[in-house]
């Protein structure tokens, strides 16, 4: 009688295995599938920073670009400088240069340059302007004794680099004074051109 009882209790007690061997497996299969969306969702955190990270560094490099772009079209407006121009017409050459040799001489004062002399060559009859286009063109050579230290002729020549009108440096010798060698001795050839 005991395995009449017992054959009543084979199928809920296979049904019951079988149950318990599915829902195990499907914990199993739950718990691969949950590491799984984990390690998704890790990695897609992991790519979304570093996609974040290269978006940023694109960016500084395109802003990078850009500001290079514009100090070389400032670099090519700079160097693209304009003759003076009077604001009176029909003068000679010497009226005519008379007022950028007023702003260069005002650069010489800024800078506590002292000049000990100045020599004028108008028109000089070597210079490619005069020689091709004198009716268009005034010139100026200059020849300029100038007593100053480094830091102040530093200075000068940096703001004679960023005068607004065309001009040409000619030469420049240096000699420092003997008695106090910071002390420097310049000559200094500059030419100075105006339209007429």
Not at 31 to 37: E, F, G, K
Not at 49 to 57: G, P
Not at 83 to 109: H, N, Q, W
Not at 136 to 155: F, G, K
């Amino acid at each position: 009688m005991d395995s009449e009882k017992l054959k009543q209790f084979i199928i809920p007690i296979l049904l019951i295995v079988v149950a318990l061997f599915a829902l195990f497996k499907l914990g199993s299969m739950v718990a691969s599938n949950v590491q799984t969306i984990m390690g998704a969702k890790s990695e897609l955190e992991t790519k979304t920073t570093s996609l974040q990270e290269k978006k940023d560094k694109l960016a500084k490099l395109q802003k990078e670009e850009i500001e290079a772009k514009k100090k070389e079209e400032a670099d090519k407006t700079g160097q693209e400088k304009q003759f003076y121009k009077p604001i009176i017409s029909g003068m000679d050459t010497e009226a005519v240069i008379a007022g950028e040799f007023t702003e260069i001489l005002e650069l010489v004062r800024i800078n506590k340059i002292k000049v000990r002399s100045i020599k004028y060559d108008y028109d000089p009859q070597d210079d490619a302007f005069v020689k091709g286009a004198a009716s268009s063109y005034n010139v100026a050579r200059l020849n300029m004794e100038m007593i100053t230290n480094y830091p102040n002729y530093e200075n000068f020549l940096k703001e004679l680099y960023k005068h607004e009108h065309f001009l040409d440096i000619q030469s420049m010798e240096m000699v420092p004074y003997k008695k106090n060698k910071s002390i420097l001795l310049i000559n200094f050839k500059l030419k100075l051109y105006a339209q007429k």
